[in-house]
T-cell receptor, first 116, second 117 residues
Framework: DQQVKQNSPSLSVQEGRISILNCDYT??????FLWYKKYPAEGPTFLIS?????DKNEDGRFTVFLNKSAKHLSLHIVPSQPGDSAVYFC???????????????FGKGTKLSVKP | GAGVSQSPRYKVAKRGQDVALRCDPI?????LFWYQQALGQGPEFLTY????????KSGLPSDRFFAERPEGSVSTLKIQRTQQEDSAVYLC???????????????FGPGTRLTVT
């Protein structure tokens, strides 16, 4: 049973417009959420994260929103650029191992294509 | 190096062979994780080390899988008697283990793509 879900396998947007990637989770113990970007034949690259005590975190063109009551988070990319084309993974973790962050639980990913 | 490195990048093994996959974490990182990523899926947790101690191996799919990190730095994931279902990308990640409430970002290596024929 998937604890982290990305229901859209793919998303296509025009260059310069906003990309919105969505993620839902079921485990209320999750307290740290991350987005990773992955290019073919490379490992996931960390993009942005958010702690459960916040509802928004912004880093340049990337903003992550967290709605704890809905168990939903989203990644906004604005403006989108062709170089943003990649697979985006949502991941979540909970405190474990005597106070340290536990292993990540990943969604299946959303493939973003940004058209010039 | 500055990031997590893994070797080999690609490995082809015949069914029944043993393989060993290496991970060099970011220098000074206390925590090290191994994940398995099947085609079209997100990475799935295999095992976790804090320094040389293997604190969690709940994700290892069978007793054919074994991991070690004897000196708290480099780690090796070993798969004995490989099966076709072991074909996947094996990812290693490390984090600095900043402690409670800090949130800890895991940084990934490029992965080893294992193909069992």
């Amino acid at each position: 049973d998937q604890q982290v879900k990305q229901n859209s396998p793919s998303l296509s947007v025009q260059e310069g417009r906003i990309s919105i990637l969505n993620c839902d989770y079921t485990n209320s113990m999750f307290d740290y959420f991350l987005w990773y970007k992955k290019y073919p034949a490379e490992g996931p690259t960390f993009l942005i994260s958010i702690s459960s005590i916040k509802d928004k975190n912004e880093d340049g063109r990337f903003t992550v929103f967290l709605n704890k009551s809905a168990k939903h988070l989203s990644l906004h990319i604005v403006p989108s650029q062709p170089g943003d084309s990649a697979v985006y993974f949502c991941a979540a973790s909970a405190m474990k191992y005597g106070g340290s962050q536990g292993n990540l639980i990943f969604g299946k990913g959303t493939k973003l294509s940004v058209k010039p | 190096g500055a990031g997590v490195s893994q070797s080999p990048r690609y490995k082809v093994a015949k069914r029944g062979q043993d393989v060993a996959l290496r991970c060099d974490p970011i220098s000074g990182h206390v925590s090290l994780f191994w994940y398995q990523q099947a085609l079209g899926q997100g990475p799935e947790f295999l095992t976790y080390f804090q320094n040389e101690a293997q604190l969690d191996k709940s994700g290892l799919p069978s007793d054919r899988f074994f991991a070690e990190r004897p000196e708290g730095s480099v780690s090796t994931l070993k798969i004995q008697r490989t099966q076709q279902e072991d074909s996947a990308v094996y990812l290693c990640a490390s984090s600095s283990n900043g402690g409670a409430y800090s949130g800890e970002t895991q940084y990934f290596g490029p992965g080893t793509r294992l193909t069992v024929t």
